[in-house]
């Protein structure tokens, strides 16, 4: 066949010609997207990436092998094939968080195909627009939300409402908790261990809510928190069920106008917020925060400047405070 190396026909003959080659050379297996996939696996790259990091990723690149591993990584090279990339990625297009920890993986793949390992030359998964916003610390869920949710919640379900608005714990710390992490100060007791993610020290006080979580779990449960059938708690059921929760909740506010509906945005990650909002109207200081949120100091200063700016009692507190202040001063012959 007459046609240039550049062109989709030789793209689509390469291929074919790597399909009939099959296992049968080392050559064609190093060409394969599996072999890549494998290299990619074993290198220092990947090694370097802490071992949380490893599995989310393996994930990814189970679900990528699965679909390209027989096709020969040179495929990537041609621009059309980011269709069907995309294509393989609406299996998240339910989570646009998933969808775009998918695209990273992937993109990271073929740059350390190109770049490292020189199995393409080129490939155009580059520069891919992100769904999610990551940046969600002006959405809290409001008292009246929690309450409505815990209204139509089981008693496992709530258990997981009050871990994430109580304590703050994401959905990745919600299920490694067990008695050994409840720890007695001198004045009561806390949640002291390392958070999933970052592996920073989170020191959470026990508050009456979050002790009726840990002295009523059964003696024979060795995690705190656990799934509806009672099995380890994984981060992205735990998030689910609270998906589920708020869509009873709501379902219960179409029938009854008393009833407070659950805005549609707000998940359980975002009860995180949620927790240090109250510490701050508490008065906590920067330390005392960052300390119970898992944060750097640096961080929590920035979320603490995000948070007090949606707190809606802020408003009125500070409506009061003003008010007082003109009293005062109408009283001592002053204007104001």
Same mark, same amino acid.
């Given at each position: 066949?007459?046609?240039?190396?550049? +062109?989709?026909?030789?793209?689509?003959?390469?291929?074919?010609?790597?399909?009939?080659? =099959?296992?049968? +050379?080392?050559?064609? *297996?190093?060409?394969?997207?599996?072999? @890549?996939?494998?290299?990619?696996?074993?290198?220092?790259?990947?090694?370097?990436?802490?071992?949380?990091?490893?599995?989310?990723?393996?994930? /990814?690149?189970?679900?990528?092998?699965?679909?390209?591993?027989?096709?020969?990584?040179?495929?990537?090279?041609?621009?059309?094939?980011?269709?069907?990339? &995309?294509?393989? *990625?609406?299996?998240?297009?339910?989570?646009? !968080?998933?969808?775009?920890?998918?695209?990273?993986?992937?993109?990271?793949?073929?740059?350390?195909? *190109?770049?490292?390992? =020189?199995?393409?030359?080129?490939?155009?998964?580059?520069?891919? +627009?992100?769904?999610?916003?990551?940046?969600?610390?002006?959405? #809290?869920?409001?008292? =009246?939300?929690?309450?409505?949710?815990?209204?139509?919640?089981?008693?496992?379900?709530?258990?997981?409402?009050?871990?994430?608005?109580?304590?703050?714990?994401?959905?990745?710390? #919600? %299920?490694?908790?067990?008695?050994?992490?409840?720890? !007695?100060?001198?004045? %009561? $007791? $806390?949640?002291?261990?390392?958070?999933?993610?970052?592996?920073?020290?989170?020191?959470?006080?026990?508050?009456?809510?979050?002790?009726?979580?840990?002295?009523?779990?059964?003696?024979?449960?060795?995690?705190? #928190?656990?799934?509806?059938?009672?099995?380890?708690?994984?981060?992205?059921?735990?998030?689910?069920?609270?998906?589920?929760? !708020?869509?009873?909740?709501?379902?219960?506010?179409?029938?009854?106008?008393?009833?407070?509906?659950?805005?549609?945005?707000?998940?359980?990650?975002?009860? &995180?917020?949620?927790?240090?909002?109250?510490?701050?109207?508490?008065?906590?200081?920067?330390?005392?925060?960052? @300390?119970?949120? =898992?944060?750097?100091? &640096?961080?929590?200063?920035?979320? #603490?400047?995000? /948070?007090?700016? @949606?707190?809606?009692?802020?408003?009125?507190?500070?409506?009061?405070?003003?008010?007082?202040?003109?009293?005062?001063?109408? *009283?001592? %012959?002053?204007?104001?």
């Amino acid at each position: 066949m007459d046609f240039g190396t550049d +062109t989709d026909k030789y793209a689509l003959a390469y291929a074919d010609a790597l399909r009939s080659a =099959g296992p049968k +050379t080392s050559v064609a *297996k190093r060409a394969l997207t599996a072999s @890549v996939i494998d290299r990619y696996r074993r290198s220092v790259h990947f090694a370097s990436l802490a071992p949380r990091t490893q599995k989310d990723y393996n994930k /990814y690149l189970d679900a990528f092998e699965k679909e390209f591993g027989a096709d020969p990584i040179k495929m990537f090279e041609e621009a059309e094939v980011i269709g069907e990339i &995309r294509e393989w *990625k609406n299996q998240w297009s339910h989570s646009p !968080k998933q969808y775009d920890y998918a695209t990273t993986v992937v993109t990271r793949l073929l740059n350390w195909a *190109k770049e490292e390992d =020189g199995a393409i030359a080129v490939h155009h998964h580059t520069r891919v +627009t992100r769904l999610y916003g990551s940046d969600r610390s002006d959405i #809290i869920w409001l008292p =009246g939300e929690l309450d409505a949710m815990l209204a139509v919640a089981d008693e496992r379900e709530r258990r997981i409402i009050v871990a994430a608005s109580e304590g703050g714990l994401t959905p990745q710390d #919600i %299920g490694i908790l067990t008695r050994s992490h409840v720890q !007695k100060t001198p004045k %009561g $007791r $806390r949640l002291y261990f390392r958070r999933t993610k970052s592996a920073k020290p989170t020191s959470i006080p026990v508050t009456p809510a979050l002790a009726q979580v840990i002295d009523t779990t059964p003696e024979d449960q060795k995690h705190l #928190i656990v799934s509806l059938s009672g099995l380890r708690l994984q981060p992205e059921r735990a998030s689910q069920i609270v998906a589920e929760v !708020k869509a009873r909740a709501n379902e219960m506010a179409k029938k009854d106008s008393s009833r407070v509906h659950v805005r549609d945005e707000l998940r359980l990650y975002d009860m &995180r917020g949620t927790a240090a909002t109250e510490l701050l109207r508490a008065g906590c200081s920067l330390n005392e925060i960052a @300390v119970t949120m =898992g944060w750097g100091l &640096r961080h929590a200063a920035n979320m #603490i400047e995000k /948070y007090a700016a @949606v707190i809606p009692e802020v408003s009125d507190e500070v409506l009061d405070k003003l008010n007082s202040a003109r009293v005062t001063a109408r *009283k001592d %012959g002053h204007k104001f």
